[in-house]
């Protein structure tokens, strides 16, 4: 991993992807260094894997996935503090943005991506590929304590990495190791890290697989709803239930941005009407191997 990243080269050597686990100071260093050497990694996200990479690899990335031209903006993972600074609050709808103000996103952690109008600093920062027409961002949020992005911000200075599905352009994604392994032989990535030790066992028992649920919030110039733009691998209901709770006053709605295959979709509401957002929530980290 001392040279630069090239996937052509890489994936004609015939290697193994190493497995690592984020749960034990060996894998964390793996992995965190392969990020911070350049090199796109492998990693479970729970309900599904996804290609994680520093920002100023983007065209690499997008040629070994085989993405077709012109390359969609890319989402990116980091923790709530990092994801405040980016959030240009004045153009969000006040019902939105007084609830920001406090914390309330925090909420969202390791459940769904968020999709918000960025600063003109962070759109200076993050740069075209990661900032869509509208000036919007879209980032998964994890905790402060999360392993791998801790290790990132206090050893190498790194408070964000971008993140696309793992999946080569066309195909469906890979929601287990063993495809997983495949993909990453594909793309060159020299390692596959799993969010624990025990998901090697876990993972065909978990009832999220595919994708991550993306929510945008409302512009000052909208009306204050809350728009469900992929449902993934959850039932709608779960969403707007969170939505509900994490910003009081709201509207919902549900509007997929683009075609998709057809999920199916974790409901534990279904079943257990009465659940309670803190229940909710810990329901969906659950069936997607995240607690």
Known sequence: MDR??????????????????????????CAALALAKGWPVVIDYGATFGTTFLTNIREQVAMARKEPEPLEWVSLVTNYDTARGWIDVKRLHPQVAGQISIGVLQALENTTF????????????????????????????????EPLMRILREKYKIPYVAVRSANIHGEPEKSNLSEAIEYARQIGARVVALNKDTAHQEQYLRQRIGSQPIIRLPLISEDPVVTLVRAGNTHP???????YHTFPGVEFKYLEEKAGPERVQYNPLSSEPGL????LRNRLLKAAGLS
């Open 4 to 29: 630069p990243y090239d996937y052509k080269g890489a994936n004609q050597e015939g290697f193994q992807p190493e497995v690592v686990s984020l749960d034990n100071n060996t894998g964390l260093e």
């Open 237 to 243: 209901s779960v969403i707007q239930s969170l939505v």
């Open 114 to 145: 968020v999709r918000f109008p960025a600063t003109s600093a962070a759109i200076d920062t993050l740069g075209m590929h990661h900032v869509n027409k509208d000036n919007e961002v879209q980032a998964f949020l994890v905790p402060d304590n």
């Open 276 to 279: 309670s957002p803190d229940e």
